[in-house]
C-alpha cells in the first residue's frame, strides 16, 4: 500500500459511519420506504447545497467569495 493511501484513509467513526476530509458519511440512516415524512426529509437533506447562496459573492476580479457565519483564524 502507498504511504499516502494510508493518511488519506477515512477514520471510523462508529458503525457504518466515517469521516475524511471534513465530510461525514452515516450510512446507517434508514428510512422505511412507508414514511413519507422520513423520505422527504432524507431527501431534503441530501439535496441541500454545500454552501448558502446568500454568502457567496463575485468580487470585481472577477473571484468568488464565501463569507463564512463566524471568523476563522
Not at 29 to 42: A, E, K, M, Y
Not at 45 to 61: E, V
Request: hydrophobic share 35%; aromatic share 8%.
Amino acid at each position: 500500500m502507498k504511504p499516502w493511501a494510508i493518511r488519506d484513509a477515512p477514520k471510523s467513526k462508529g458503525r457504518l459511519c466515517a469521516e475524511q476530509w471534513g465530510f461525514n458519511l452515516h450510512a446507517a440512516t434508514r428510512v422505511h420506504g412507508n414514511d413519507q415524512q422520513g423520505r422527504q426529509h432524507l431527501c431534503r437533506y441530501i439535496l441541500r447545497p454545500p454552501f448558502a447562496f446568500h454568502r457567496l459573492h463575485t468580487l470585481p476580479n472577477n473571484k468568488i467569495q464565501l463569507d463564512l457565519p463566524q471568523p476563522r483564524a
